[in-house]
């Protein structure tokens, strides 16, 4: 099923000539097990106010997004193709007006998380059982509206909060963020720290305590950039570059 995902994005952005495939394939594996196994939601519940909501805080890898979206049912798969071009509702950043199943638009880093913790502490005053998820990238956990974000969570106990961090080391060139996991538990948050593209291992980490804990959750995503394709691994030239016909071809067969 990834590998299917996978091929759909570089299609994608072989046909738009945009979007950025390295950071897709970084949280592939993450957002199809928050998809298939975690998430309390699906296409008819889209205005349910007791559903799950799912915030990509690193909006620009929304062609992972859409691919799981596609295949799950939210948007037609026949729409992949449109990605990226005028008038199309799939642009390079989510747009929650726009896409069934988007909870927020972002793009502008640092802002996802703050929007979940908003979230989260709403449905807390509400008495809401639902939970709140939201998948931030180690570049953007540099900005102090992470930090801010992560005080406010854990001073308010939203443990219907559970964040997901995609370490893929793209930041280090400019600025390292060292241990994430002691940080966040400094800051009062509940850790687990993960290979990123175990699916078992994410599962067993974003399940639902068996007793409340008071305490929000962060999981500490290690992955790879551009993961399953050799020539995009950690390769910082493909952050925002499209494939040739020749490329597409050639990653083609490389994922089959």
């Known amino acids: 099923m990834i590998k299917e995902l996978k091929a759909d994005i570089v299609k994608s ?5 945009e979007g950025h495939i390295p950071s897709a394939f970084s949280i592939l594996d993450i957002l199809w097990v928050l998809y298939d196994k975690v998430l309390n939601i ?3 519940m889209v205005d349910d106010p007791n559903r799950d909501r799912f915030i990509l805080s690193k ?17 037609d798969p026949k729409e992949m193709s449109t990605f990226g071009k005028v008038d199309s509702r799939l642009g390079g950043h989510p747009d929650r007006n726009k896409i069934p199943g988007v909870e927020a ?4 880093l640092g802002h996802g998380m ?3 913790v908003g979230t989260a502490l709403g ?7 639902a939970r709140v998820f939201a998948l931030v ?10 930090w801010e974000s992560a005080l406010l969570a854990a001073h308010h106990g939203l443990d219907n ?6 370490y893929n080391h793209s930041t280090d060139r400019a600025l390292s963020i060292g241990d994430m996991a002691s940080k966040f538990e400094s800051f009062g948050w509940r850790t687990a720290t993960v290979d990123g593209h175990d699916q078992k291992q994410l599962e067993e980490a974003l399940r639902e305590p068996t007793e409340k804990t008071g305490k929000p959750l962060m999981v500490v995503a290690n992955t790879i950039k551009g993961y399953g394709l050799k020539s995009m691994e950690n390769n910082p030239a493909w952050h925002h570059r499209a494939p040739t016909a020749e490329e597409r071809d050639a990653f083609t067969t490389e994922l089959a």
């Open 137 to 146: 990238g180690d570049g953007e956990a540099n900005e102090g509206t992470v």
């Open 161 to 166: 909060l559970y964040c997901i961090l995609d």
């Open 59 to 75: 909006g620009h890898g929304s062609l992972g997004l859409y691919a799981v979206l596609a295949k799950k049912g939210f948007i």
């Open 123 to 129: 449905l807390k005053i509400q008495n809401n059982p």
């Open 42 to 44: 699906n296409p008819t």
């Open 114 to 116: 703050p929007i979940a």
């Open 13 to 17: 952005a072989f046909e738009s000539q």
């Open 105 to 108: 638009s972002t793009g502008s």
